[in-house]
């Protein structure tokens, strides 16, 4: 089964078992369900044979992995744009977001991420 559960249901609660210590950047507790009723407009599909299901239909089962990923690099793309224009280097009056090479990488950053957007609303 595959639903969706309200962020502050009742009768859930998450276990901080995660040790971030090899793995800065990532967390992955353990959410516990107990006594968490869910109505039925949460459930999105059901299956008796999740292996078949996830061939037939990958968009519910990794589809939420592409959102993930594309929402890290319009982070990094904004953060790069950020950084470009704060940035002088020394003798220059201009920040490093008026370089020609700069700009044009950026716009291929820009085009890429827009694809991959485009791509997973029509997959969606």
Not at 46 to 71: E, H, I
Not at 87 to 116: C, F, I, W
Request: with cysteine; glycine share 6%.
């Amino acid at each position: 089964m595959s639903l969706l559960v309200p962020r502050h249901a009742p009768g859930q609660r998450v276990e901080q078992v995660w040790d971030t210590l090899g793995m800065r950047a990532t967390r992955s507790n353990t959410l516990i369900f107990e006594g968490c009723q869910i109505s039925d407009e949460a459930v999105c599909s059901r299956t008796d044979n999740f292996f078949k299901w996830s061939q037939t239909s990958p968009q519910w089962a990794f589809g939420s992995y592409t959102a993930v990923y594309l929402g890290v690099g319009a982070a990094a793309y904004q953060h790069a744009l950020k950084a470009l224009k704060e940035r002088v280097p020394k003798g220059y009056t201009q920040s490093m977001a008026y370089h020609p090479d700069v700009r044009r990488r950026v716009a291929e950053m820009n085009a890429d991420l827009e694809a991959a957007r485009l791509v997973m609303y029509h997959a969606a």
